[in-house]
């Protein structure tokens, strides 16, 4: 089974480097787009192996895996705008001050235990509900129940940083 898979892959490869074009126009961001997506489709890649949709799949999964990473960008643009924006003057400040809000929101995560720290972790890279249930062997019910309680003990525990 692992050589179909590696054949599958070292055939479709060419495939998925034409269509990460439709993404972006720099040649290691499309390897990186085509590697990414070979990993997350590795769990269930055997059950496409033969299948005629299978190129399909994979576009599905590398314009995700495009997505989230976008998503990702904005989002850290959007907070350090804001951060900016704060009414300091000073840049050097505003960096210190990013760099210490960053180390406290990593600690608070890492400081959750090990099974709640993959779940979050999982989440905020992007991972859909049912992914992190899968990968945790853990209900979809319950993953979506621990993202919130998580978010509400990181808001807690981040509560310095929360307006007003």
């Known amino acids: ?11 479709n490869s ?16 499309k390897d990186d787009l ?28 590398m314009k995700n895996v495009y997505l989230n990473k976008y998503r990702r960008k904005a989002l850290h643009r959007t907070a350090e705008k804001e951060l900016t924006l704060n009414g300091q003057n000073s840049n050097s400040r505003n960096k210190a001050e990013s760099k210490f809000i960053l180390n406290d ?8 235990s090990e099974e709640n720290y ?6 905020l ?12 062997n853990i209900k979809e019910g319950t993953i979506k129940t621990r993202i919130h309680t998580i978010r509400k ?6 509560t310095a940083y929360m307006p007003n």
């Open 14 to 29: 060419p495939i998925l480097k034409r269509l990460a074009n439709n993404f972006t126009t720099d040649p290691n961001e």
């Open 34 to 61: 085509v590697q990414e997506t070979f990993i997350r489709s590795l769990k269930s890649l055997e059950k496409f192996v033969n299948h005629p949709k299978i190129v399909s799949w994979l576009y599905v999964i």
């Open 153 to 158: 003990i990181l808001r807690k525990k981040l």
């Open 118 to 123: 993959t779940i979050i972790n999982m989440y």
């Open 1 to 11: 089974m692992k050589n179909l898979i590696n054949a599958t892959i070292e055939k």
């Open 105 to 112: 929101i990593e600690n608070s995560i890492k400081s959750l």
């Open 125 to 136: 890279e992007g991972f859909k509900y049912h992914e992190i249930a899968e990968y945790t």
